[in-house]
């Protein structure tokens, strides 16, 4: 009998019990005197965020398809669980086997967002493995990061012996060979280290020496080992048809975030606009076979039992087998009353055709997100939308029946102006106006629009990468314009306005754009209290400010200056796929207000025909 890690009267005491105790259907159980490696896959958040991401279940099915390897997840725990294992010594544990995660041989965090670096901490903190790789022993697991903030690990080098950079599918396995090989002629840390660093897509921080110039900006970035590559390359794969995919997804015990099967059709957009990290991270697209993606909805809807699937992508209209698998999901699943989910649709007839026959009208809103204002902006930004497609598109939604619209914005992007801030609320009204051009009788109760702005964060690779940030207070007046501009509106009472927080946007801004330095402050930070500042109720800037004072790092260096494209930045050691001659040419052509076209219609040159495949017209026209 499987025993629990935590006892029963600590499972009476905390939130959700059901987070900690594991065992849920279709988890991965082994004996463990039967494997070779035993690797803790996490994701540095509370359980209903982390059991939502799809790539730790493709990790998870991965690398427990080998019999030598048993893969069992680990997340943070709430804060009342946290408090109790810090004062009775418990340390973290796996959800399968409920082993600390100290006994491990890897320890891997997927790190997603910049504001899980202190849960980061606290997940090493809590298994009792010492914060700095440089401290670690031969008997402590190795920690490795993978996911989208390792495009730039600078900020988080002291913590991981390695990173992966790029997609799992491709060198997860031969790094766990590798491993495997190390281990067995007697090799050490160090040798098995060195190893990895020879394997593409792998990133060992201490093997990397950094020097900065008088005024803070990166001089060098140079391996310490002539046997180690100056440049990480980005790892892709090509075929993401044949491999691997979780047939048989873990069904939560408790309601999490996104409570669905999971579809991903393709990987990867055409679109590039230029604010968009994911868009250019995961070039060049690449769709999966229409008939496989029948045959998985199939067997992962019917080995859950769930009643929704969600169909994943950056941009699912884009996918060229959209309408035959949306055909076949309702005619195979319409009797069995399973829900079709279709995010990141954009705003034209096709897709609101697509959204008329999947979704009941009465109950959901629509969501658009020009994400710009005015159309000059939303040609800098590359949106590659017209007001006169938005309004057609929200008329011809109004028209189905809808009558709630979501709209997302940015402010803070590059060359934006007051009247582009002013602009949102104009096109919300503009929207409203179209809706009460139906007639009376033939409306769907009452307008309801939601304007929501979040703050605009430059990402590395992208062309934005360059731009400036501004501080809070300067964010907040920006909103203050639009809201004010709403209420001056005719159908004010029909739209209403939330915008995020400004200070959490300057601190992403900060650790997304950082370097070494700032490992000192995350560290700081995190033993004054800091964690869960993805949460506003645990998130204290004051904090933060104060650690910045004590370890001597100016947060303005890394916000408030538009940085020369012929700086060297902490990221520049990755090849990414995409060029950095094609990110500034894109960075100029933002502000010539000129849009590119997408990558069916014409190459633009990004570099990503290295890859050879996918959406990509580069030589062919």
Same mark, same amino acid.
């Given at each position: 009998m499987r025993r629990l890690a935590l006892s029963d009267e600590v499972l009476m005491t905390v939130e959700k019990p059901a987070r900690y105790i594991g065992n849920e259907i279709n988890s991965v159980m082994k004996d463990k005197e039967k494997i070779d490696i035993r690797f803790a896959m996490c994701f540095p958040d509370v359980y209903e965020i982390s059991m939502s991401h799809l790539g730790l279940q493709i990790i998870y099915d991965m690398l427990n398809t080998r019999d030598d390897i048993w893969c069992e997840?680990?997340?943070?725990?709430?804060?009342?669980?946290?408090?109790? =294992?810090?004062?009775?010594? *418990?340390?973290?544990?796996?959800?399968? !086997? %409920?082993? &600390?995660?100290?006994?491990?041989?890897?320890?891997?965090?997927?790190?997603?967002?910049? =504001?899980?670096?202190?849960? *980061?901490?606290?997940?090493?903190?809590? !298994? %009792?493995? &010492?914060l700095h790789a440089k401290d670690r022993g031969e008997n402590d697991p190795l920690v490795i990061g993978g996911g989208p903030c390792t495009y730039n690990p600078e900020p988080l080098a002291d913590f991981f012996d390695l990173f992966y950079i790029g997609e799992g599918e491709t060198q997860m396995l031969p790094l766990m060979d590798a491993y495997k090989a190390n281990k067995a002629r007697g090799g050490s840390r160090e040798d098995f280290l060195v190893m990895a660093a020879n394997i593409p897509g792998i990133y060992v921080p201490r093997f990397y020496e950094v020097s900065y110039k008088e005024d803070g900006t990166l001089a060098s970035f140079v391996p310490t080992r002539e046997d180690i590559p100056a440049k990480i390359q980005k790892q892709v794969q090509m075929d993401v048809t044949n491999t691997y995919y979780p047939m048989k997804p873990i069904v939560p015990f408790i309601k999490v975030t996104q409570d669905r099967v999971t579809l991903e059709i393709q990987r990867g957009c055409i679109r590039g606009c230029r604010f968009c990290q994911a868009g250019m991270l995961y070039r060049p697209t690449r769709e999966r076979d229409v008939n496989e993606l029948k045959r998985w909805a199939k067997s992962m809807l019917e080995s859950?039992?769930?009643?929704?699937?969600?169909?994943?992508?950056?941009?699912?209209?884009?996918?060229?087998?959209?309408?035959?698998?949306?055909?076949?999901?309702?005619?195979?699943?319409?009797?069995?009353?399973?829900?079709?989910?279709?995010?990141?649709?954009?705003?034209?007839?096709?897709?609101?055709?697509?959204?008329?026959?999947?979704?009941?009208?009465?109950?959901s809103s629509l969501t658009f997100a020009p994400e710009a204002g005015s159309q000059r902006l939303r040609?800098?930004?590359?949106?590659?939308?017209?007001?006169?497609?938005?309004?057609?598109?929200?008329?011809?939604?109004?028209?189905?029946?809808w009558s709630k619209v979501k709209l997302y914005f940015m402010l803070g992007l590059p060359t934006e102006t007051e009247e582009d801030q002013k602009g949102i609320a104009h096109l919300a009204e503009a929207i409203a106006e179209r809706y009460y051009e139906i007639p009376k009788e033939q409306r769907n109760g009452k307008c309801q629009i939601t304007v929501s702005t979040s703050f605009f964060v430059p990402k590395p690779f992208t062309p934005f990468q360059w731009a400036t940030m501004f501080p809070k207070e300067e964010y907040l007046s920006r909103a203050k314009t639009v809201k004010n501009e709403i209420r001056s509106q005719l159908n004010q009472k029909s739209i209403k306005y939330n915008w995020h927080e400004a200070d959490v946007t300057v601190l992403e801004g900060i650790l997304a754009r950082g370097d070494r330095r700032l490992c000192a402050v995350i560290e700081d930070v995190y033993k004054k209290g800091a964690i869960f500042d993805a949460w506003n109720e645990y998130f204290h800037p004051d904090e933060w400010q104060k650690s910045f004072a004590a370890c001597s790092v100016d947060p303005d260096f890394y916000i408030m200056r538009e940085r020369s494209t012929e700086e060297l930045l902490p990221w520049d050691f990755i090849d990414m796929?995409?060029?950095?001659?094609?990110?500034?040419?894109?960075?100029?052509?933002?502000?010539?207000?000129?849009?590119?076209?997408?990558?069916?219609?014409?190459?633009?040159?990004?570099?990503?025909?290295?890859?050879?495949?996918?959406?990509?017209?580069e030589g062919k026209n």
């Open positions: 997840r680990v997340f943070s725990p709430w804060t009342d669980l946290d408090g109790v =294992m810090r004062r009775d010594q *418990i340390p973290l544990f796996a959800l399968e !086997s %409920q082993d &600390p995660i100290k006994e491990f041989d890897f320890l891997g965090i997927t790190i997603q967002y910049e =504001m899980c670096y202190t849960n *980061i901490l606290q997940i090493l903190d809590l !298994s %009792q493995i &010492p859950t039992g769930q009643e929704e699937i969600s169909l994943s992508s950056l941009s699912s209209s884009d996918y060229s087998q959209l309408g035959e698998l949306l055909t076949y999901l309702i005619e195979e699943f319409q009797d069995k009353k399973v829900n079709i989910s279709l995010p990141s649709l954009r705003i034209d007839a096709f897709s609101l055709d697509i959204m008329s026959k999947v979704q009941d009208i009465k109950k040609d800098v930004i590359n949106k590659g939308l017209t007001e006169e497609v938005i309004l057609e598109g929200a008329g011809t939604a109004f028209e189905g029946g796929g995409v060029t950095k001659q094609f990110l500034i040419r894109e960075w100029e052509t933002a502000r010539k207000e000129v849009v590119t076209p997408n990558c069916r219609e014409k190459c633009s040159g990004c570099g990503a025909a290295k890859f050879k495949g996918g959406v990509c017209v």
